[in-house]
């Protein structure tokens, strides 16, 4: 259910609707909007109480939603999310999150911040802690790589993403990272969902690779609805028969997303491709297709890296890139952020 309050309602008349919601057992979630306030109810089984909340003082009115996901819809939330995430903002323009798939050292991880940062990027990615195939292949260096992250916002000020993989580090992720990354195979892990509903961070929700959109969007309705309303998605592609490249990437999705959900949604073509040559023109086409921003994996020597090297591109592959990504911008009249 949505409560929709008048475009005059007054802050009391919205915390005696919320406070009402509440007393019938249900969750009230209260969404500020361009124009006037809603109140998102879930946790109710039916329209139970609907005719009394459309009777308080300040409702206009009171909307069945019908999509399976509610606080993820555009039904309950009209306009686009955008949220403020250390110094730039996501959901408004185009923002790049680049880096490399794992921090190997602290010297790798300052200076692909510092190549960065003079790029005009302004969020870091690299992985602590790596969901492997392989339990032989490199893990990640853990609290070290926290650490190192932590160096690397303190000399260039940019904000870091990086992955949580379980309930138990997600406390001390939060205390270095800006965004927590839900990696592809963790979307569906519904105990770490809840509990990063209960973090002060966004969280980067990648889509699992077999799951639809109702699926995916399902995940973000967990985190939202137990109160964390900062959810990025991003599409990382799916399996198909196809192995020309590594997975499918599913830029059809992105219109679709946006048909749906309010969610900022951003593309990761570098897991899209598996290959850094095909990550530039699906890049582009992210932009094209109406993306709010990319995930791109880049690394000072992809050949030396420890994880996902063949994908991640140099530091002239990015820069070249970034111009490349210019002028589509400013034909689209999107800022990149
Ligand atoms: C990553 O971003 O390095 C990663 C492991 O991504 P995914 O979960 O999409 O495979
Ligand atoms: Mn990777």
Redesign the pocket.
Known sequence: MLIVMKVDATAEQIDAVAQRVRTLGYVAHVMPGLNRTAVGVTGNKGPEGRETLALLPGVDEVIRVTAPYKLVSREVHPEPTVFPVAGTSVGNGFTLIAGP?SVESEKMIVESARFLAARGVKLL?G?AY??RTSPYSFQGMGTEGLKFLAKARQETGLGIVT?VMDVESVSPIEEVADVL?V???NMQNYALLRRLAQARKPVLL?RGMAATLEEWLMAAEYIMSGGNYQVILCE?GVRTFADHTRNTLDLSIVPVVKHFSHLPVIV?PS?GTGKSQFVPPMSLAALAAGADGL?V?VHPNPKEAL??GAQSLDFAAFAKLVDALRPVAAALSTPIR
């Open positions: 798939c990615r992985g790596k969901p992955e990354q990696g592809t195979r990648k990382r990761d897991h995930m994996e994880s996902d």
